[in-house]
C-alpha cells in the first residue's frame, strides 16, 4: 500500500510540473500495481553460468501422461551447498533453453544471453521445506501439462533480479506431447451449430485433424478442421516477441453443424497419420443450443478479468490472480446448471508469456469442453503502441489480439474485429471490443446497432449488451477522480442505442469488482425498485462484474446516486430464464458459490413494445374524417 501511494504521489509532483493528466495516469498506475506479469520479474537476459559438481536437481518421473493424462504431478529434489532464501526453481520447455539461437529485438551487436527464454513457471527453494536454508536439500512439487515439447528444470541463486545457473536437471516428457488437447467450445455463427477448438502438435502434412461425434448412443460422423498457427513474427513486440516466445503449436477449429436442438452430444477430436493411424483425444459431450425463442430453462454465466492460477503454488502466481481458481472451481461444482459462459476480456493475463495460453486452456478445459466459452477482447489481449488499438497502452506485452484471436473461436465476422453476436434461447447477446473505437461514426457503432436492432424480442425477450471496458457506470476509484465514473467516451454514443432498442441489461469487466446499477438512463435512475422489476423498460442495468480472478480494484469515496449494490471481492453473474416473461439475475461470491444479490424482471411482451423517453419512432396523428 505504501508503495501505491508513493507512485501515485510521483504522479501527481509530474503532472504539476508538466501538466499531466493525473487521473489518467492515476488510472494506468491501479492498473499496473499489483498486476504485473510474475514471469516478467525475472531476468533471464542476465543470467550467468555458475554450476557446480556439490549441485544436483533431479526430476521424476521421466515419462509422463502414461495412461493418457494430459496433466501430472512432478518431483524435483535438488541439493546445494550454499544455500539461500532467494534460490529458486525454474521450470524450462523445451528441455534445452540455452542462447543458441536466442532472437535479438534491437541492435544485432548486442551480445546473446546464455538464456533467452523465460521459464513457463518457477518455484522458490524453500517453498514446501524451511530448513532448506540449513541442509541445502529439499524437493518441490510442480504440476506439468501437455505442452508439445519435453521439461527441465534449472536451479538459481541469486534470486529473480540476478539470476546465477548453480544446477540443471535431467529432461522428463510426455509419451505423447503431440497430443490433442484443451477443447474449447464455441456458438457458431448459427444457432444450431457449435465449434470445437484445440491445441496439438500436429501439424497439416502430418496428421489430418478432424472431430468424430454424434448424438449420445447413435452412429458418429467426422468433420474436417482447419488448422492456424502463428510465429514470433506475428508478435508486435517484446516479450512476445522475445524472453515471452514459446511456440503454440496448432490450433484446430471444426465446425459441427445442422445439430438437434437441446441434445446431447458426445464428440472425441482426432488426427490421422500418414501411416494410416490415428492419434485420440478423451470423450467429451455437450449439449446443443435451444432453438431462438425455445420456452424453456436456460442459464448463461458472466464475468471478466479471471486469469489463471497454478495448483501447485508456483510463487510466480503468488498474489497475482487470487481468485482465479476459486472461480474456475465454483463454475465447474455448478456445472450441470450452467448452459453458455461469457468471459468478457482479460482472458490470462499472459501479457506476452505465450506458455500462458495453454496453462489458461487446461484450467478451464472441464468447463470449455462441455459448454460454450464465449470470449471478448481485453486490453491484455489487444493493447499495442500502433497497432490499431483504441488505446496505445502496452498491456497485451507485445500480442496485439494473435493469441485471443487464434486460441479462442468467436462467430465474428473477423475476428481481428472482436465483436459478435450470439443467440441462446430467448437470448440475443451483442459483445462488443472495447479496444477498438465503439463512438458514433465507426464500424464497430454500426454494428452495435444492427445487433440489438436484430433481435426479435417476441422470441428473445432478453437483449444483453457487454463490453470488456466499462462504457456505462462504475464508482471505481480512478473512474471517479475523472469525474466520469466510466471510461472516457465511455456510454456518450452508446446510452442513446440502449435506450432506443431496450436492451435489459449491460455487463462490463475491467474494473476488479462487482457493481449493479439501478435501471439508468443519462444519469437517472429511471426505476425506483431495486430487487423486482416489472412491466416496461425504461432504462438499462449496468453491472460490471470484473471480480474473475484479479487483483481487487478499490471503490471511490463518493456515493453514486446509480449504484444500488457494491461488492469488493471475487464473483461472477449468473442469468436464469425460466420463460419469456420471467428472469433471475444473481451474483455469486467466487469463495463460496453463494448468491449475494440478486434481482427479477418479470414483463410480456407488450412491455418490450411500450414507448419510453428516446426509445420509440416518431409517430403520426392522422384524422379519422375524411
Not at 477443447?183 to 502438435?201: C, F, H, I, N, Y
Not at 459448454?371 to 489481449?381: C, K, L, R, T
Given at each position: 500500500?505504501?508503495?501505491?501511494?508513493f507512485?501515485?504521489?510521483?504522479?501527481?509532483?509530474?503532472?504539476?510540473l508538466?501538466?499531466?493528466?493525473?487521473?489518467?495516469?492515476?488510472?494506468?498506475?491501479?492498473?499496473l500495481?499489483?498486476?504485473?506479469?510474475?514471469?516478467?520479474?525475472?531476468?533471464?537476459?542476465?543470467?550467468?553460468?555458475?554450476?557446480?559438481?556439490?549441485a544436483?536437481?533431479?526430476?521424476s518421473?521421466?515419462?509422463?501422461?502414461?495412461?493418457?493424462?494430459?496433466?501430472?504431478w512432478?518431483?524435483v529434489?535438488?541439493e546445494?551447498?550454499?544455500p539461500?532464501?532467494?534460490?529458486?526453481?525454474?521450470?524450462?520447455?523445451?528441455?534445452?533453453?540455452?542462447?543458441?539461437?536466442?532472437y535479438m529485438?534491437?541492435?544485432?551487436?548486442e551480445q546473446?544471453p546464455?538464456?533467452?527464454t523465460?521459464?513457463?513457471?518457477?518455484?522458490?527453494?524453500n517453498?514446501?521445506?524451511?530448513?532448506?536454508?540449513?541442509?541445502?536439500?529439499?524437493?518441490?512439487?510442480?504440476?506439468?501439462?501437455?505442452?508439445?515439447a519435453?521439461?527441465?528444470?534449472a536451479?538459481f541463486?541469486g534470486?529473480?533480479?540476478?539470476?546465477?545457473?548453480?544446477?540443471?536437471?535431467?529432461?522428463i516428457?510426455?509419451?505423447?506431447?503431440?497430443?490433442p488437447?484443451y477443447?474449447?467450445?464455441?456458438?457458431?455463427?448459427?444457432?444450431?451449430?457449435?465449434?470445437?477448438?484445440?491445441?496439438?502438435?500436429y501439424n497439416?502434412?502430418?496428421a489430418?485433424?478432424?472431430?468424430?461425434w454424434?448424438?449420445?448412443?447413435q452412429?458418429?460422423?467426422?468433420?474436417?478442421a482447419?488448422?492456424?498457427?502463428?510465429?514470433?513474427?506475428s508478435m508486435?513486440?517484446?516479450?512476445?516477441r522475445?524472453?515471452?516466445?514459446?511456440?503454440?503449436?496448432?490450433?484446430?477449429?471444426?465446425?459441427?453443424?445442422?445439430?438437434?436442438?437441446?441434445?446431447?452430444?458426445?464428440?472425441?477430436?482426432?488426427h490421422?497419420?500418414?501411416?494410416?493411424?490415428?492419434?485420440?483425444s478423451?470423450?467429451?459431450s455437450?449439449?446443443?443450443?435451444?432453438?431462438?425463442?425455445q420456452?424453456?430453462?436456460?442459464?448463461?454465466?458472466?464475468f471478466?478479468?479471471?486469469?489463471k492460477?497454478?495448483?501447485?503454488?508456483?510463487?510466480?502466481?503468488?498474489n497475482?490472480?487470487?481468485?482465479?481458481?476459486?472461480?474456475?472451481?465454483?463454475?465447474?461444482?455448478?456445472l450441470?446448471?450452467?448452459?453458455?459462459?461469457?468471459?468478457?476480456?482479460?482472458i490470462t493475463?499472459?501479457n506476452?508469456?505465450?506458455?500462458?495460453?495453454?496453462q489458461?486452456?487446461?484450467?478451464?478445459?472441464?468447463?470449455?469442453?462441455t459448454?460454450?466459452?464465449?470470449?471478448?477482447?481485453?486490453?491484455?489481449?489487444r493493447?499495442?503502441?500502433?497497432?490499431g488499438?483504441?488505446?496505445?497502452?502496452?498491456?497485451s506485452?507485445?500480442?496485439?489480439?494473435?493469441?485471443?484471436?487464434t486460441?479462442?473461436?468467436?462467430?465474428?465476422?473477423n475476428?481481428?474485429?472482436f465483436?459478435?453476436?450470439?443467440?441462446y434461447?430467448?437470448?440475443?447477446?451483442?459483445?462488443?471490443?472495447?479496444?477498438?473505437d465503439?463512438?458514433?461514426g465507426?464500424?464497430?457503432?454500426?454494428?452495435?446497432e444492427?445487433?440489438?436492432?436484430?433481435?426479435?424480442?417476441?422470441?428473445q425477450p432478453?437483449?444483453?449488451?457487454?463490453?470488456?471496458?466499462?462504457?456505462?457506470?462504475?464508482?471505481?476509484?480512478?473512474y471517479g477522480?475523472?469525474g466520469?465514473?466510466?471510461?472516457?467516451?465511455?456510454?456518450?454514443?452508446?446510452?442513446?442505442?440502449?435506450q432506443?432498442?431496450?436492451?435489459?441489461?449491460?455487463?462490463?469487466?475491467?474494473?476488479?469488482?462487482?457493481?449493479?446499477?439501478?435501471?439508468?438512463?443519462?444519469?437517472?435512475?429511471?426505476?425506483?425498485?431495486?430487487?423486482h422489476?416489472?412491466?416496461?423498460?425504461?432504462?438499462?442495468?449496468?453491472?460490471v462484474?470484473?471480480?474473475?480472478?484479479a487483483?481487487l480494484?478499490?471503490?471511490?469515496?463518493?456515493?453514486?446516486s446509480?449504484s444500488?449494490?457494491k461488492?469488493?471481492d471475487?464473483?461472477?453473474?449468473?442469468?436464469?430464464a425460466f420463460?419469456?416473461?420471467?428472469?433471475?439475475?444473481e451474483?455469486?461470491?467466487?469463495?463460496?458459490?453463494?448468491?449475494?444479490?440478486?434481482?427479477?424482471i418479470?414483463?410480456?411482451?407488450?412491455?418490450?413494445?411500450?414507448?419510453?423517453?428516446?426509445g420509440?419512432?416518431?409517430?403520426?396523428?392522422?384524422?379519422?374524417?375524411?
Open positions: 500500500m505504501k508503495n501505491t501511494h507512485l501515485l504521489r510521483v504522479v501527481l509532483i509530474l503532472s504539476v508538466v501538466g499531466f493528466d493525473f487521473a489518467a495516469a492515476s488510472a494506468h498506475a491501479n492498473r500495481i499489483g498486476g504485473e506479469q510474475p514471469l516478467s520479474k525475472i531476468a533471464i537476459h542476465k543470467v550467468t553460468i555458475a554450476l557446480r559438481d556439490s544436483t536437481i533431479k526430476a518421473p521421466l515419462v509422463l501422461g502414461i495412461k493418457g493424462n494430459d496433466t501430472e512432478v518431483n529434489d535438488f546445494y551447498e550454499e539461500s532464501d532467494d534460490d529458486w526453481i525454474g521450470v524450462f520447455s523445451p528441455a534445452k533453453f540455452n542462447g543458441s539461437n536466442c529485438e534491437n541492435d544485432r551487436k546473446a546464455y538464456i533467452c523465460s521459464p513457463i513457471k518457477y518455484q522458490f527453494a517453498f514446501s521445506n524451511s530448513n532448506y536454508r540449513k541442509t541445502g536439500k529439499a524437493s518441490v512439487k510442480f504440476q506439468l501439462i501437455n505442452q508439445r519435453d521439461f527441465s528444470f536451479l541463486a534470486g529473480l533480479s540476478n539470476p546465477k545457473l548453480v544446477a540443471v536437471s535431467n529432461s516428457s510426455f509419451a505423447n506431447p503431440k497430443a488437447v477443447p474449447r467450445l464455441a456458438q457458431g455463427k448459427s444457432w444450431d451449430e457449435m465449434t470445437v477448438t484445440w491445441t496439438s502438435g497439416i502434412h502430418e489430418i485433424p478432424f472431430v468424430q454424434g448424438l449420445m448412443g452412429h458418429k460422423k467426422r468433420s474436417p482447419g488448422t492456424l498457427t502463428f510465429n514470433r513474427n508486435c513486440g517484446s516479450p512476445a522475445t524472453v515471452g516466445w514459446r511456440d503454440p503449436g496448432f490450433i484446430h477449429t471444426s465446425f459441427l453443424k445442422d445439430l438437434w436442438p437441446n441434445s446431447v452430444y458426445t464428440y472425441m477430436m482426432g490421422l497419420l500418414s501411416n494410416g493411424s490415428y492419434i485420440w478423451k470423450k467429451y455437450f449439449r446443443s443450443s435451444p432453438y431462438p425463442g420456452n424453456s430453462l436456460q442459464r448463461a454465466i458472466i471478466g478479468d479471471m486469469g492460477a497454478e495448483r501447485d503454488g508456483s510463487n510466480e502466481y503468488n497475482y490472480q487470487p481468485g482465479s481458481l476459486n472461480t474456475t472451481d465454483q463454475l465447474i461444482k455448478d450441470m446448471n450452467i448452459d453458455i459462459i461469457f468471459h468478457i476480456g482479460d493475463y499472459s506476452g508469456y505465450i506458455s500462458q495460453w495453454d489458461f486452456t487446461a484450467q478451464v478445459e472441464p468447463i470449455a469442453s459448454v460454450p466459452y464465449m470470449i471478448a477482447s481485453g486490453n491484455h489481449e493493447d499495442w503502441p500502433g497497432t488499438s483504441f488505446y496505445d497502452t502496452m498491456d506485452g507485445g500480442e496485439c489480439g494473435v493469441l485471443a484471436e486460441m479462442f473461436y468467436v462467430p465474428a465476422e475476428r481481428a474485429k465483436w459478435y453476436s450470439t443467440d434461447g430467448m437470448f440475443h447477446f451483442c459483445i462488443a471490443d472495447s479496444e477498438h465503439w463512438r458514433e465507426t464500424e464497430q457503432y454500426r454494428f452495435i444492427h445487433c440489438l436492432a436484430s433481435a426479435d424480442r417476441k422470441k432478453w437483449l444483453i449488451f457487454a463490453a470488456h471496458r466499462v462504457l456505462g457506470y462504475s464508482s471505481d476509484k480512478y477522480l475523472e466520469s465514473f466510466e471510461e472516457p467516451m465511455g456510454r456518450e454514443s452508446l446510452q442513446r442505442l440502449w432506443k432498442y431496450k436492451v435489459d441489461i449491460a455487463f462490463y469487466g475491467h474494473v476488479h469488482n462487482y457493481e449493479r446499477s439501478c435501471p439508468i438512463y443519462q444519469n437517472q435512475c429511471v426505476n425506483s425498485e431495486t430487487s422489476y416489472s412491466g416496461i423498460v425504461n432504462g438499462t442495468i449496468h453491472v462484474v470484473g471480480g474473475g480472478g487483483h480494484s478499490e471503490f471511490s469515496s463518493v456515493n453514486t446509480w444500488l449494490y461488492d469488493h471475487w464473483g461472477f453473474v449468473k442469468l436464469t420463460n419469456q416473461s420471467s428472469l433471475l439475475f451474483y455469486m461470491k467466487s469463495s463460496d458459490g453463494k448468491v449475494y444479490d440478486s434481482f427479477t418479470s414483463r410480456d411482451y407488450k412491455d418490450v413494445l411500450a414507448c419510453v423517453h428516446d420509440c419512432e416518431a409517430t403520426t396523428l392522422t384524422s379519422k374524417s375524411h
